[in-house]
């Protein structure tokens, strides 16, 4: 089992960047695959990227693509995305995952999420 802590969200001005982390507990960290996921009021949680275990594979929703990376650091249980060149329609709460796979999970644990706020 691990348990999942977001920080680093905010808010800012389109063009501007923030980078979110995630820290875990738990022995098993390095065995999941971690994904960061949004959701804005009135719409569903979206996947935007997922990392596997080593970081040899990755994966970004079309909306993100080329703007936002995520990493991960197994020795410090925590995995990052680093988003640059906001917009306004990136404004969500952001919640990140440890799970099965990459890109369909399942994603079995959460985070409580932090709130990214990007103004025009």
């Known amino acids: 089992q691990v348990q999942l802590v977001e920080s680093g969200g905010g808010m800012l001005q389109a063009g501007g960047s923030l980078r979110l982390s995630c820290a875990a507990s738990?022995?098993?960290?390095?065995?999941?695959?971690m994904g960061w996921f949004r959701q804005a009021p009135g719409k569903e949680r979206e996947h935007v990227a997922g990392?596997?275990?080593?970081?040899?594979?990755?994966y970004y929703a079309d909306s993100v693509k080329g703007r936002f990376t995520i990493s991960r650091d197994n020795a410090k249980k925590s995995v990052y995305l680093q988003m640059n060149n906001l917009k306004p329609e990136d404004t969500a709460t952001y919640y990140c995952?440890?799970?099965?796979?990459?890109?369909?999970?399942?994603?079995?644990?959460w985070g409580q999420g932090t709130q990214v706020t990007v103004s025009s």
């Open positions: 995952g440890a799970g099965s796979r990459v890109r369909y999970g399942p994603y079995d644990y």
């Open positions: 738990g022995r098993t960290f390095s065995s999941y695959a």
């Open positions: 990392i596997s275990w080593n970081g040899g594979s990755t």
